[in-house]
């Protein structure tokens, strides 16, 4: 089992900027995919960034050239740098880690933190 914790949210304007970061409870296996997803009020919950084991990554075309994903070499945070903020950024933003051992695969999620656009 893996816990994350998220941090970082909060109110900032438009054109601002937040980091999140993600804290597992445990370093991550050696294959995995760790990414970040955010949900509106009233949307469904969209795929923001991953990012694999070799260190690829991928971004939705809503946050491209805007947000980036990286995590630490041990493989226990996961962050998110969130620059020229607007105001359809707000949402929920969740950590969301895929873990393989072996053959099988685990799905964990966080519990949410809160970012919000706004003047």
């Known amino acids: 089992q893996v816990q994350l914790v998220e941090s970082g949210g909060g109110l900032v304007q438009p054109g601002g900027s937040l980091r999140l970061s993600c804290a597992a409870s445990?370093?991550?296996?050696?294959?995995?995919?760790m990414a970040w997803y955010r949900q509106a009020p009233g949307k469904q919950r969209e795929l923001v960034a991953t990012i694999t084991t070799g260190g690829s990554t991928n971004y939705a075309d809503s946050v491209k050239g805007r947000f980036t994903i990286s995590r630490d070499s041990a493989k226990k945070w996961v962050y998110l740098q969130m620059n020229s903020l607007k105001p359809e950024d707000t949402a929920v933003y969740y950590c969301?880690?895929?873990?393989?051992?072996?053959?099988?695969?685990?799905?964990?999620w966080g519990q949410g933190t809160q970012v919000t656009v706004s003047t």
């Open positions: 969301n880690v895929m873990e393989w051992v072996g053959l099988s695969a685990e799905n964990y």
């Open positions: 445990r370093s991550i296996s050696s294959t995995y995919v």
